[in-house]
């Protein structure tokens, strides 16, 4: 076994920046009936068939475990040699995801642990994020002379109270949703009681407080965020602090974005170039399959891909697929236990038969491209449970395996309908083993494969996404006889799945350098740098923009 070599690539100027994106280029393009794909038409389609040989029949026998670390770059010392190059190869092409040292990257940066009153009804992931991200945001603001900050897309308001009450900055939250200004605002209110009781004990009890203001706005284009950044304080609701305005009536701000989704991240970058008030900008990305794309019916002036002239003429799309396909993680992957990523791997089978029905049995809806949800996750665990309760009552009351199988139905699921393959991370399984392992009384192997056959668990699956696409299963409908047809070749979609996924921190390191080179385009006047910033086996899309103005524009 061994893993992917250091990135050979650099992106500290523009020329290099291009070569690094030309060279992704050059490697994705004979690969678009991968990246293209719609895992949902495994079956239909052969798509395996397209994948050499050689590589499909190694991969078939591969460990679960094995396979769950090719998108890390990880290849095993038996694999033919052009498998192991390709994997190589892709992985060369990789911006490394390590957490930088941001101390060296930015001397004097001020970062410390969130108290509890800060982090109140944060995650662990959110908790680290806002730590991270306010230190970041706060050096670059001190380094520009900035008297504001905009948070974008500030949903709950985590980043923009940090940045206030603790950095003490005049911020601006805004999100397009009014219940998360709500939140923002109640939850500010909660927190400015605290720091108010602790100035009174305090030398500094005269001092007043910076409270975040909030602006609900859904920001569509880069003149409307122009225009919030440029208009001088009418009310809280509409405009920016007034506190924010120097002697001169001219604002001094930072644009800031914690995983503002899709073009949002793009509009701030768009308007840190177009608008002179403001002078430097930080954003985190994400949901790179919400971006618009040139030629997808879209207009190229208003796209969120491609933004540089260097990809611009590249003459490369990437589509819907491709787009998604970068919310893959690494990281999220290496992490899976083996049962999680084999249920996964089910779980794709299970969606690409159940293609296979609609295409078989209901064509006319094949038309509307259904989305039946992520339902597969609550029947997995329901399944499970039901599992684990029925082993428990044949252990004490001795009863007959077709006694524990009866006890499988279960009715479908109304929870709301989302894309089952649009992900910003791997579709992690919330799994638990079906027996205790250190209980003496286990299933046998054999016991298990009877019980959590695959086929009862996919005509469970069939029938809850029959219900979510509010279809009646029709009499002549023949699931197991679909089921028959593709079982032999479900194995497949393990090492199928691996591979295209390998191809996901690729995609999303092509999307990335296209924003870093649509600000280096602007010329010495631009500073712009690409840092990872987060631990990215606790936030996947760690990646941050960052570019201050160096001369008046």
Known sequence: MSSNGCCKYSCETASETLEWINAIVDFIRPYSFLTDAHVVNFFKDRMWEAIDKEWMDCLRKEAVENLLQIPGGVVQDHWPASLKKFIV????????????????????????SLNSVLST?????????????SAVVDSIANSVGANAIIDVGSGQGYLAQVLSFHYQHAV????????????????????KKY????????VSGNRSLTVPKTVTCNVMSIDMLKALADTPLHNDNVSLLQSSCNADNRSSLVLA?????????????????????VKAVVSVGCCYNLLSEEGFNHAGSQCGFPMSCGVKSAGISLGKSSRDLACQSAERWKCLENDAGLHNFELHAFRAAFQMVLRVYYPEVMSTSPSIGRQGKALRRRQQRVVQNSLLHHKENKCSLSEINS???GSCSHKKSTELETDDSFDVLETTSITNENS????????????????????????????????EPLKETDIHGIWKQVESFAELIGPYWSLRAAFGPLLETFLLLDRLLFLQEQGSSIEAVMLPIFNPALSPRNVAIIAKKLTQM
């Open 407 to 409: 006890h499988m139905t």
């Open 440 to 471: 003496s009384n286990k299933a046998t192997k054999c016991e298990r494969s009877e019980i959590i056959g695959n086929y009862p668990l996919f005509q469970k699956y069939c029938l809850s996404g029959l219900c979510r696409l509010g279809l």
């Open 121 to 133: 009804g944060m995650n662990w992931k959110k908790k680290h994020e806002v730590e991270v991200l």
């Open 172 to 191: 601006v939250a805004i999100d397009a949703c009014s219940h998360h200004g709500r939140v923002t605002d109640t939850r500010a209110e909660q927190i």
């Open 257 to 277: 974005g914690l995983h503002a989704c899709g073009d949002l991240s793009v509009t701030m970058l768009k308007t840190f170039m177009e608008c002179k008030e």
């Open 89 to 112: 190869t892709l992985s060369s092409l990789v911006l490394p995801r390590q957490q930088q040292d941001l101390q060296t990257v930015l001397p004097g940066m001020n970062m410390t």
């Open 195 to 202: 720091y108010a009781a602790q100035m009174r004990k305090s």
